[in-house]
């Protein structure tokens, strides 16, 4: 078998948008030949779930363009190039929900899409909320709800919920929560 | 509270990868305001936990450009436009792991990324599966990994797998298969 590693040969930049940043890459295949990948260069996400101290988590509800629809996640945001994330899930959830994490702790990390971007998000739960000053951007039109942990636990598993992040952070919470 | 539903105005290719299609859509925000969303089009997808009789699951390790690593997934593959995912479904299983699945039942379905993809990918488990033809694609560099399924949903607890689509899928298929 000879083996399934690629060799990237070049990256090159063949569209820059104000967000996304679209590179073609060329790599060399396991069997000598080279192929062309086409890819998104992201600069990573957090991503965190709230989760207050009687046991409501907090989401937010927004729209997504490019969903079509209104869609209830948890709070998340870009990272800087460089940041730590521990600092960009303290800044975002801030600016999302108007609550200071005490205490960050680290459920895993997510390729979003591997086939096609480089996002990787880094997901939190985060507790000992403490109300702050909602920060909000100009243009981010969010609205926070507030829902029992199990509830929002129930949505995932119903189909619900389909924001990958928010249910792959949801389920892990559920499985580290029960483990105490 | 003006609401948070933003408005389509317009919807315009700015640049056509062979895989990758970035369009820049013109939205009316809920205060009057237009604004800019560069987002990837995309047709959808499939992934597929497939399960064995003795209760092992076959997963795919893949060399992936965009995360610059090789990566442990369930089965997936893109939809052809105006495809049933059931029938996408069947075909990337046999594609990537050479078995046909007797029985697919839907698990959930997945936005990848919608801060900026339009990209769903519909999730099932895929039973009473029967070895047929491995019948994959010349430029696809797949290694076939069977695994205990416990040993897999360890596997993403543990943070080991960091793939979404896998994240949830193995999962919402531990909540499933559980409830029996």
Redesign the interface.
């Given at each position: 078998?000879?083996?399934?590693?690629?060799k990237?040969l070049s990256s090159e930049p063949?569209?820059e948008?104000?967000?996304?940043k679209?590179y073609?890459?060329t790599?060399e295949?396991?069997?000598g030949?080279q192929?062309?990948?086409?890819?998104?260069k992201h600069p990573g996400a957090v991503a965190m779930v709230p989760l207050l101290p009687g046991g409501d988590v907090l989401l937010v509800?927004?729209?997504?363009?490019?969903?079509?629809r209104?869609?209830l996640?948890i709070p998340a945001g870009t990272l800087e190039p460089g940041e730590d994330p521990l600092i960009a899930a303290e800044r975002e959830l801030q600016e999302e929900t108007g609550y200071k994490p005490g205490k960050l702790m680290r459920l895993?990390?997510?390729?979003?899409?591997?086939?096609?971007?480089?996002?990787?998000?880094h997901l939190f739960l985060a507790t000992e909320l403490e109300a702050a000053r909602l920060d909000a951007d100009d243009?981010e039109?969010?609205?926070v709800v507030r829902l029992p942990f199990d509830e929002a636990l129930r949505q995932v598993?119903a189909?619900e919920i389909?924001?990958?992040?928010t249910?792959?952070a949801l389920?892990?919470a559920a499985?580290y929560l029960k483990r105490g």
């Amino acid at each position: 078998m000879a083996g399934i590693e690629e060799k990237i040969l070049s990256s090159e930049p063949i569209y820059e948008g104000k967000l996304v940043k679209l590179y073609r890459d060329t790599v060399e295949l396991p069997d000598g030949k080279q192929a062309d990948r086409e890819i998104v260069k992201h600069p990573g996400a957090v991503a965190m779930v709230p989760l207050l101290p009687g046991g409501d988590v907090l989401l937010v509800r927004q729209y997504r363009t490019a969903a079509r629809r209104i869609l209830l996640e948890i709070p998340a945001g870009t990272l800087e190039p460089g940041e730590d994330p521990l600092i960009a899930a303290e800044r975002e959830l801030q600016e999302e929900t108007g609550y200071k994490p005490g205490k960050l702790m680290r459920l895993g990390a997510q390729y979003t899409a591997p086939g096609y971007t480089s996002e990787l998000i880094h997901l939190f739960l985060a507790t000992e909320l403490e109300a702050a000053r909602l920060d909000a951007d100009d243009d981010e039109f969010i609205e926070v709800v507030r829902l029992p942990f199990d509830e929002a636990l129930r949505q995932v598993i119903a189909g619900e919920i389909p924001d990958g992040k928010t249910q792959v952070a949801l389920l892990l919470a559920a499985d580290y929560l029960k483990r105490g």
